[in-house]
């Protein structure tokens, strides 16, 4: 069945960098997106792609910063964080869609269960 496994999820100074992997099994997605929860505040968009053709859409808090891309061997979509800040901390979430939908949707069929990252300073 669908399942979305994440990892790469720890601790990091400020400054340093992350990769997060999130495994799709089960099936292939069309769309996938990262979103990330901070203690005390609501979800928020992180980054989204496609699957094919590579478009990618990012958080203005995270532009220049995080890089998301997709392996095609390993069916595995990454998030890379560089120049990692401490507000970066939060829970992360990958999320797929079964669809093209609008890219900017905040809509997803399927949620991962999330990895913690805390940016220490």
């Known amino acids: 069945q669908v399942q979305l496994v994440e990892s790469g999820g720890g601790l990091v100074q400020a400054g340093g960098s992350l990769r997060l992997s999130c495994a799709a099994s089960?099936?292939?997605?069309?769309?996938y997106g990262w979103f990330r929860q901070a203690p005390g505040k609501e979800r928020v968009f992180v980054a989204a792609l496609y699957w094919s053709g590579g478009t990618t859409n990012y958080a203005e808090s995270v532009k220049g910063r995080f890089t998301t891309s997709r392996d095609n061997v390993e069916n595995t979509v990454y998030l890379q964080m560089n120049s990692a800040k401490p507000e970066d901390t939060a829970v992360y979430y990958c999320?797929?869609?079964?669809?093209?939908?609008?890219?900017?949707?905040?809509?997803?069929?399927?949620w991962g269960q999330g990895t913690q990252v805390t940016v220490s300073s």
């Open positions: 999320a797929a869609d079964s669809s093209y939908r609008n890219i900017y949707s905040q809509y997803y069929d399927y």
């Open positions: 089960g099936r292939t997605f069309r769309r």
